[in-house]
Every structure is written in structure tokens, then in C-alpha cells.
């Protein structure tokens, strides 16, 4: 199967699916063959491809792999009917629109032998890819906590959910991968400042079931964009700052301490800091990468619909908990 060119489907090219569609195009081994968009091609990116109306048409085409990028609301019964052709899927995220539709598209694919892949694009982000490297190699140590900050001015293209289920699902997911274990507990509270129907700014303060500390603070309130996720160990401190893809070091202090006041408090110094030099590559390429092995059966680095299905059992708790005034348990 190594050798065979997949038949790729594209189903939604606004804002988020021009870029699948150049990034396709760019990847080896397969051929982006049909495309779909119920509102046409407003950004020019079909090229000599007819834009079919629905994902019937995109089936009917005859795809092995399809990749869908149209609203939440709409991708239970888009990947249920790619499911039932037999077509491998990579869906943006979040999964679906509720829990029990996600239960219905994992068990869709998995009893098909069907690769079910969502968009986590964090997790190709070349600061995250090398953080849990070095994590799993142990230059932290014993990890304490894992703390992100997710900012930036409200997307217009975004209509349909709050930033909860937008943005913080990606510090979510982030968080677990990372540290190596699913959520324990989470509580949050939540706001709407902007006078929008859904969430606008949401803090959480969570257990993994290892012990690691999560702190999510996460809004579309801030005049910057700001995607930062810090990892404390007992070793120093790996910052990534996905925005542009930096990764920085913060060794814990090695030298005896002269400063009484500073000795005195029997703390953690400052020692040396390293800014790693990283081969920095488009992040949606890399998940695109990821999903084509998972076809081929050559990799498995992508995210699974389960996984993302965890992720959403946790972003429901954060809805809840803001709702309730309590802590969830998961």
C-alpha cells in the first residue's frame, strides 16, 4: 500500500480549509481529486476542480481519504456518512458538537478499521513536538505543573461556539499529551464580557490523574495574541511560545547561594537558560503528514477521534463547573 497515491476529498474551503487544500497539493503520496463547499469557492483555491455541493458528491468522486473543515455543528453527519463509504477522515477540531455524537463517530470508525483524525494542530507545533521530547527524556524530572495561556482579539470566522470549546479544547488536549495522563478533576468560571451569544473568557484549574497541577487561562478579550504553554519540573522550566514556534529552557540554579536574604529562603534559583534552535516547519504540514502515515500504516503520531473525544469530556466539564459553581470529576 506504501506505493499507492491516496484519492484525497477536501469538504470546506473558507478560512481554515484553503490552507488543507495547499497543503494537500504539497504532499507526497497523495492526489487532492474532488472538493466540496455548499457556498462555492470564495477565496480561488479549487484550481481545474469542479466544487461539488454536499460530501455526497465528494463520496461519489471515489476518495480514500477526506479532510473536513466546515462548521462544528455540521461534522456529525458529514464524517458519519464518510464513515459508512469506507473514506479515512481528518476532521477539525472539535470533534463534534456533543459528547454523544463523538461516542457515535469513534465507534463509527474504529469498528470499520477507518483512521478517524482531528485537527489538533498544537500538537505538530514544532515548540510542543520537541517540550515532550524532552519531557519524556526526563530533563524536568518529576513534572509539578503545566500552566497555558491562550489570548488573542475575537476571530469573526468563529460563530457557532465559545472560546471554551474554540480554543481552550487546544490547551486541553495539550496539557494531557504533554504531561502523559488524562484529566483527575477540573473547575472553572466563565464570562461573557463581549455581549456575544457563547463564552468569551474562561480560567480552569485542574488534576491530572498523575498528580500534575493544570491552569488554563484562555479568552478573546486581549488587543494580542499571546499561545504560551509553561512546564515546571523539579529540574527548571520548559517554556514554548507556539506562536512563533520558540522553545526556551530554565535550568534550576547549581551555584551555592552568597545572598542571605535569598539563601534564607531555601528556594529554587535561577541557573542557566537555553533558546532552542528548532527546524520549524509549517504545523499544518506535519499533521497532514501524520494523517497520511496513519492510512498507510506508518505512523500513528496523529490524534485520534478518541482522543479528541476525551478532550471533549473535559471541555464539557469546564462548561459544567462554570455552570455549577463546582468541581467536576472526570
Known amino acids: 500500500m506504501a506505493d499507492k497515491v491516496l484519492r484525497y476529498g477536501m469538504l470546506g474551503i473558507g478560512s481554515m480549509g484553503r490552507h488543507h487544500v495547499r497543503n494537500i497539493r504539497a504532499l507526497d503520496g497523495v492526489e487532492l481529486v474532488a472538493i466540496a463547499d455548499a457556498f462555492g469557492d470564495k477565496f480561488g483555491v479549487a484550481g481545474d476542480l469542479e466544487v461539488f455541493p454536499n460530501v455526497e458528491a465528494l463520496i461519489d468522486a471515489g476518495i480514500d481519504a477526506a479532510v473536513v473543515a466546515v462548521p462544528t455543528a455540521q461534522h456529525f453527519d458529514t464524517v458519519m456518512k464518510l464513515a459508512e463509504a469506507g473514506v479515512h477522515t481528518l476532521v477539525e477540531k472539535p470533534l463534534a458538537f456533543s459528547i454523544e455524537q463523538g461516542e457515535q463517530m469513534v465507534e463509527a470508525f474504529e469498528s470499520r478499521g477507518l483512521v478517524g483524525a482531528v485537527g489538533y494542530v498544537e500538537r505538530c507545533n514544532p515548540a510542543l513536538i520537541e517540550m515532550r521530547k524532552r519531557i519524556e527524556a526526563g530533563q524536568l524530572g518529576k513534572v509539578y505543573q503545566v500552566a497555558t495561556r491562550r489570548q488573542s482579539p475575537f476571530p ?24 502523559g495522563a488524562p484529566y483527575e478533576s477540573i473547575a472553572a468560571q466563565t464570562a461573557n464580557r463581549a455581549g456575544r451569544e457563547y463564552e468569551d473568557l474562561v480560567t480552569a484549574s ?35 511560545e507556539t506562536v512563533m514556534g520558540d522553545l526556551t529552557y530554565y535550568a534550576n540554579g547549581t551555584e551555592e547561594l552568597g545572598w542571605d536574604q535569598i539563601r534564607n529562603f531555601r528556594g529554587v534559583s535561577e541557573g542557566e537558560i537555553t533558546r532552542y534552535a528548532l527546524k520549524k516547519r509549517e504545523p499544518l504540514a506535519v499533521e497532514h503528514e501524520h494523517f497520511r502515515d496513519a492510512i498507510l500504516g506508518t505512523g500513528t503520531e496523529h490524534v485520534t477521534m478518541r482522543e479528541a473525544l476525551n478532550t471533549m469530556k473535559v471541555v464539557q466539564a469546564i462548561l459544567d463547573s462554570a455552570e455549577r459553581g463546582e468541581t467536576i470529576k472526570l
Not at 491530572?208 to 522550566?237: F, I
Open 206 to 240: 485542574a488534576v491530572l490523574s498523575n498528580g500534575v497541577l493544570v491552569n488554563h487561562l484562555v479568552n478573546w478579550l486581549t488587543p494580542y495574541k499571546e499561545r504560551q504553554t509553561v512546564v515546571l519540573g523539579e529540574k527548571g522550566a520548559l517554556v514554548a
Open 156 to 179: 469573526a470566522r468563529i460563530a457557532d461556539v465559545g472560546v471554551v470549546k474554540d480554543l481552550a479544547t487546544h490547551d486541553v488536549d495539550i496539557a494531557a499529551w504533554v504531561a
